[in-house]
Structure formats: C-alpha cells, structure tokens
C-alpha cells in the first residue's frame, strides 16, 4: 500500500459534478474562507475506507498528502492520523506534535471537525491546556476552531472550565465558522450542565452574535429560547 496507488484509487473514485458542489458549498471561491481548495468528489464513508487502507503510510507520506491541495487528500491524512492516534497509543504524543505542527494544513472547517477533537482533545484530556489559549487568540480562523473543537473531548468527559474559559474569549469573534463553534459547544455544555451554560449566557448574550447564541439555545423550551432572542432574560 503506497501513497502512489492511494492517489490512483482517489483518481478513479473522482466524481466531477459532486466535487463542483462541494466546491460551493465549502466556500472556495475568491475572497471565502476556502479560497483555492479543489474538491474531486469523495464522500466521507470513501475517505474513512481509503484512510483505513492505507493507514500504515510513513509520516513523510502522511505529511505529503496533508500538503495536498486537494481537499479529500489532506481529510484522507487526517483520518489516517486518528486511527494510528486510537489505535497506536505509544505514537500518540508523536501524533499530537505533527498535527500542531502543520495546522496551516488543517484549513476547512470539516478537517477541523473530524480530527481536532479526537487528537488534540483526547491527548491534552490529562495534561495542561495552554496550547488551547494560545490556538484561540491566533490569528488563523483554523487555530481558533481547533481551540474550540478539541474541547468536545473535554465535554463528553465532563469537564467544563476550559471550554467556558475559551468561550469567554472568543465570544466576540465574528467569523460565522468561529460563531458556530463556540454556539455548539455551549449547547454541548448545557447538555452536561444547564446551569453552566445559563450562566455563561446571562453574561454575554446581550453582546454574543446571534449566530452563537441561536446554536446554543436551540434546544431551550420555546418560551426560554424566546426570551433570550428578545433580550428578555
């Protein structure tokens, strides 16, 4: 199994009309957040079978392909990456400084989704958290994402301070992609802990943009979520 006829599977799975709407959809028009990125098609289920195929790549072939400018290729590395991170604990730490090392890679906001959390969160679950404070006041949309997304392994734990605490600082960003994340993870907080999450809210919803804020409220009883949107709290 070599990265050669990893690439010649991806050529022949290549569905041109699916590629040009994931193109849209993914934003990848001049000035959007995905400027430049090249779709060929591939679903998810196919990049998940393909990533476990060819999950004993070396990680310079790893490395190759998260470089790609195809899009499917850099998510195949990601995949790869966490199957070796789950299944291979003694690579793991090895895992955790290659994905921050080249998060410049890590650029759409799917990448971030379907890897973040399962490395960087699931190692760091343990172990100090400062990274997280200084991906999310970066400059990089994507740094600021991951910062979030990686707390989702935290959540699912019970551990709640340092998503909250990310939240506070990233609250007023106002990218839609930074708006969505942060409103997810609230309602992911408030699954855990409604008093958590209410509290958070009490303090920032007046100012917190309204894209976070309907995430996170979504799941409110009709007449609480109202209050909330009407500024009636």
Sequence with gaps: MTLVSLRKEIKNLTDKE???????????????????????????????????????????????LLKSKIHEERLIALLILVYRFQKQPEDQRKIYEFYLKHTKYINNWDLVDLSSHKIIGEYLLDKPKDILFKLARSESLWEKRISLISTFAFIRDGKLDISLELADILVNDKHDLIQKALGWMLREIGKKDLAAEEKFLRKHYRQMGRTALRYAIEKFPEEKRLKYLHGEI
């Design 18 to 64: 699916k590629g040009a709407f994931l193109q849209r959809f993914f934003r990848t028009g001049p000035g959007e957040y995905g400027e430049g990125d090249i779709f060929v098609g591939l679903t998810v289920p196919q990049s998940r079978s393909l990533a476990l195929k060819y999950r004993d790549l070396s990680f310079l072939e790893i490395l190759e």
